[in-house]
């Protein structure tokens, strides 16, 4: 088996190299052979047109003369090299001698020439292209030959329009390519894109398309009229079966992908062998008048053009990302060539021996081209994608984008916006919807997004743009895309019941913050109406009994015992009052918030001990308070004044209240033994600071902010701002 595999492969290479090769011979021959510049008759040496403006007729050569001798040697031989020769010729009944101008065959036949090199090596380019880059391939191993069959037969019979001048070798390999590329093509479609019958009607069909062929050929090579003849007609049978071969494999076994990719080389052959048939095969076969060989060139070099647009268009043989990236360095390196090619011609035009000048261009031009080279091939990347990719898309590109965009979704906005207008336009499709939690009617193609065993939505999509049916490649690529999908819709659906809860825990807060707020604001309300009820009710009764009991002392002979009962009641309206006091301040609402806190400080030095430094203002300095503000300052300094008497440990507390334009700054500060307060204010309940709690929960509630500084070992700063609403 590797035997005959490097059998083939050493064949195929020779083959490959072959028509280079003759290219290049017919090249060299073209350049080297002489011809006269007339119409002759070979057998008589007659001379049948000169051209008005042809070398011959120069020379003085005219219609009708015939030529008897050239260089001294009789007709029909020839100088082998170009060049002036005398030559006679008889001229009715004269014979003169005449110089002949003998000019190199390629110069007369240049166009055609040209065309026969153009054509073939456009055959032999694509077909070793392909075989390059897939050579294991069986059906690129069948088109390589085909292009090259074509490709041989096409060089001569292109570029040695006149048949006379033909070596008979020419001739045979001219017959051999074309009859070769009939049956060629026929095995070709029987192959690709679709495998047709099984490997034993393959192998008898193929016997009888090469048999018959060599049949065709040998009619062919017999020089008869009715040998050529024969042979056209079987060429352009088995042409017609291939062509019908393409066409029944595109309407009835070609899936969606096949048909894609087959569209445009069938159109292509239509195109090419069309016009073939009409104007040059069938005129053959029927002896009529045909048209020049040289039209047969721009006919047939359709067919390859074809391949390589279906190549890059519609991924046919697998190869199109490496034209792709083939085509954006070309032009990279090509418009790096021009970048420094322009200025250095300039550069040594002008200034040839000015080596620093021409350093400085190269290194300013290497530091253009660096810098410009990253964003130069994204832009042409892209431009080449679009030129290849038109109707077809780049699968990974597609893939990688797609993912990148659906694992950044998060709403169902952004969801909408991937899968409706994103991947769509990726995918060159006409339109998408996406459908949530609705019932939608069957559709071919349908994705439904399932989310903890239960759909929760319906992707729908529609054709290609260019009205294709999604292919089982683009559903392949779109079961994927909807995999993750659900997974995006399951992190979207996810994160919206979080942001209910959410937004359900930021109500139960505001609502408890509410609820504390009225229960803050209706305790003081209910402490202001104890005060009072206290103050006009016990504390007055409690006075006039003090009162009474002075009155009776007089009257009594001993009065140790109403002595002792009014010193009861002075202590009970010293307690009471104290009460009344704590309950609220009547220095509040008499003097202010100043006067309370002077008052409060005095009283809470005296009972424990520590000395109170007041920093307070004027009454006319602060600012119009609100009650509940008011109050809630001074339970703040209440507050914070208990807890230096319980826990801090300290010998001084100052106290600084502060007004500002826009607002009161209260300031409680200690050199007690401080403590390591929490990262956040709000973790003041897990650290079982529950007396600090009261005061930030009195701070909210008139709209404060507060704020708390503590160090071990250095005391407690405690810091209230307040600012009008508004």
């Known amino acids: 088996m590797k035997f005959r595999e490097r059998i083939i492969s050493t064949f195929l290479v020779l083959l490959a190299i072959s028509l280079p090769a003759l290219a290049g011979y017919v090249v060299y021959d073209q350049l080297r052979t002489p011809v006269f510049e007339a119409s002759l008759e070979v057998e008589t040496g007659r001379i049948l047109a000169v051209e008005q403006d042809s070398y011959a007729n120069w020379s003085g050569f005219w219609t009708g003369d015939i030529l008897l001798s050239i260089n001294g040697a009789p007709y029909p031989q020839w100088p082998s090299e170009v060049g002036n020769y005398p030559a006679r010729v008889r001229r009715g009944t004269q014979v003169l001698t005449l110089e002949m101008p003998l000019v190199a065959m390629a110069t007369l036949n240049l166009a055609s020439l040209l065309n026969g090199l153009l054509v073939a090596l456009t055959f032999w380019g694509v077909g070793v292209f392909l075989l390059w880059r897939r050579f294991q391939q069986y059906a690129l191993r069948l088109f390589f030959l085909l292009t090259q069959s074509i490709g041989i037969g096409l060089l001569f019979f292109l570029a040695y329009p006149d048949v006379s001048r033909r070596p008979a070798w020419m001739a045979v390999l001219i017959s051999l390519g074309f009859h070769c590329a009939a049956a060629l093509v026929v095995h070709y479609y029987l192959t690709f894109p679709v495998v047709l019958g099984s490997s034993s009607q393959r192998r008898w069909t193929m016997a009888i398309v090469y048999g018959l062929m060599l049949v065709a050929l040998a009619y062919r090579l017999s020089s008869t009229r009715a040998g050529l003849q024969i042979s056209f007609f079987y060429n352009t049978l088995e042409l017609i079966v291939a062509v019908g071969l393409a066409a029944y494999v595109y309407r009835s076994r070609a899936s969606s992908d096949d048909r894609r990719r087959l569209r445009i080389i069938v159109f292509g052959n239509i195109a090419s062998l069309a016009p073939l048939f009409i104007l040059y095969l069938l005129p053959t076969i029927l002896g009529i008048p045909r048209v020049p060989d040289w039209v047969v060139g721009p006919f047939i070099i359709i067919t390859p053009l074809c391949y390589l647009v279906a190549i890059a268009r519609h991924h046919l043989f697998g190869i199109d990302r490496l034209l792709n990236r083939t085509l954006v360095y070309a032009a990279l390196w090509l418009g790096i060539l021009l970048i420094y090619l322009g200025p250095f011609l300039l550069i040594v035009r002008f200034a040839p021996g000015d080596w620093l000048a021409q350093m400085l261009v190269s290194a300013g031009l290497t530091l253009l081209v660096g810098m410009a080279f990253e964003r130069t091939k994204n832009t042409l990347q892209r431009v080449v994608d679009r030129i290849f990719y038109g109707g077809w898309y780049d699968y990974p590109a597609v893939i990688e984008s797609a993912t990148r965009a659906l694992a950044g979704c998060t709403e169902r906005g952004q969801l909408a916006e991937v899968l409706t207008r ?29 989310f903890q065993g239960k759909t929760r939505a319906h992707w729908m999509l529609s054709p290609h743009c260019d009205r294709d049916e999604l292919t089982d490649s683009d559903r392949r690529i779109l079961e994927t895309l909807a995999c993750q999908a659900e997974i995006a819709l399951g992190n979207v659906l996810l994160i919206e019941t979080l942001r209910t809860q959410l937004n359900e825990i930021r109500a139960s807060r505001e609502a408890l913050s509410q609820a504390q707020h009225r229960l803050l604001r209706s305790r003081e309300e209910e402490r202001a109406r104890l005060a009072r009820d206290l103050h006009d009710g016990p504390l007055q009764a409690l006075i006039g009994l003090n009162l009474q009991l002075g009155l009776l002392q007089p009257k009594v002979a001993d009065s140790t015992a109403l002595q002792e009962m009014r010193a009861e009641v002075r202590t009970l309206l010293t307690d009471l009052r104290g009460v009344c006091s704590e309950l609220r301040p009547p220095m509040l609402d008499m003097l202010g918030l100043a006067a309370a806190l002077r008052s409060l400080a005095e009283d809470w030095s005296t009972q424990s001990g520590v000395a109170v430094h007041l920093d307070l203002p004027d009454l006319s300095a602060l600012p119009p308070l609100p009650g509940d503000t008011a109050v809630n300052l001074y339970r703040v300094a209440q507050e914070a004044l208990a807890n230096v008497a319980r826990h801090a440990g300290a010998s001084r507390v100052n106290i600084c209240l502060a007004g500002r334009e826009d607002g009161i700054r209260l300031i ?37 902010k507060l704020s708390l500084d503590s160090v071990p070992g250095r005391g407690t700063r405690i810091q209230v701002e307040w600012r009008p609403p508004g």
């Open 422 to 450: 994103e991947v769509p336009g990726l995918m060159q499709l006409q339109s998408a919807e996406l459908h949530f939690d609705e019932d939608v009617p069957p559709a071919a193609d349908r994705f439904n997004l399932s």
């Open 668 to 704: 409680v500060d200690d050199d007690g033994r401080g403590f390591t307060p929490p990262g956040e204010i709000g973790e003041l309940t897990s650290s079982g600071h529950f007396g600090l709690v009261g005061l930030r929960e009195r701070v909210n509630l008139i709209g404060g």
